[in-house]
T-cell receptor, first 113, second 113 residues
Framework: AQSVTQPDIHITVSEGASLELRCNYSYGATPYLFWYVQSPGQGLQLLLKYFSGDTLVQGIKGFEAEFKRSQSSFNLRKPSVHWSDAAEYFCAVGLTGGFKTIFGAGTRLFVKA | DVKVTQSSRYLVKRTGEKVFLECVQDMDHENMFWYRQDPGLGLRLIYFSYDVKMKEKGDIPEGYSVSREKKERFSLILESASTNQTSMYLC????????????FGPGTRLTVT
């Protein structure tokens, strides 16, 4: 069955430090891959997406993610975290040939001064 | 910009009441979705619709129904609300015939007492 795993329920980083959020998926084909961010009390906003081509994708707010087919991973990175990045982050897999998207359980990011 | 709006941000209902959650999108998207979001479980798909009057069950449709009479509007109905339906409900829309990125509304936090 298709699934998305975000191993870290929450992560705390210092402002200015680098960030990596992990995401692994299980799917038989190459999926569409997404990272969304949810600020408190808000809906989800798309950070970046991967459909095909260059495996390193750039997103909004200085985020990037790398697709590694051999590891079935799509990790999110940011070189220098800002306090405003504190939010919950969701990795998602879009199943090709259909409408369905599967979301991970989310990783909550805390940023300390 | 795509705009997805939901009729209420917060809603308190009593057990056994019939509850309507409304969602409207303004970008002529074919597809609309209803999710519920619970801590540690991520987003779970309740129902989706890929065209007017068309609907498909998601992963957790029990206790819910939907209606899509117009392309821009997708309603979620709780026929007889129960306390285990207390949750955050998110509506989303997307274009095309594949699992492309979704655009989310701000969510409705429903409490059933």
């Amino acid at each position: 069955a298709q699934s998305v795993t975000q191993p870290d329920i929450h992560i705390t980083v210092s402002e200015g430090a680098s960030l990596e959020l992990r995401c692994n998926y299980s799917y038989g084909a190459t999926p569409y891959l997404f990272w969304y961010v949810q600020s408190p009390g808000q809906g989800l906003q798309l950070l970046l997406k991967y459909f095909s081509g260059d495996t390193l994708v750039q997103g909004i707010k200085g985020f990037e993610a790398e697709f590694k087919r051999s590891q079935s991973s799509f990790n999110l990175r940011k070189p220098s975290v800002h306090w405003s990045d504190a939010a919950e982050y969701f990795c998602a897999v879009g199943l090709t040939g259909g409408f369905k998207t599967i979301f991970g359980a989310g990783t909550r990011l805390f940023v300390k001064a | 910009d795509v705009k997805v709006t939901q009729s209420s941000r917060y809603l308190v209902k009593r057990t056994g009441e019939k509850v309507f959650l409304e969602c409207v999108q303004d970008m002529d998207h074919e597809n609309m979705f209803w999710y519920r979001q619970d801590p540690g479980l991520g987003l779970r798909l309740i129902y989706f619709s890929y065209d007017v009057k068309m609907k498909e069950k998601g992963d957790i449709p029990e206790g819910y129904s939907v209606s899509r009479e117009k392309k821009e509007r997708f309603s979620l109905i709780l026929e007889s609300a129960s306390t285990n339906q207390t949750s955050m409900y998110l509506c989303a829309s997307s274009m095309g015939q594949d699992a492309y990125e979704q655009y989310f509304g701000p969510g409705t936090r429903l409490t059933v007492t």
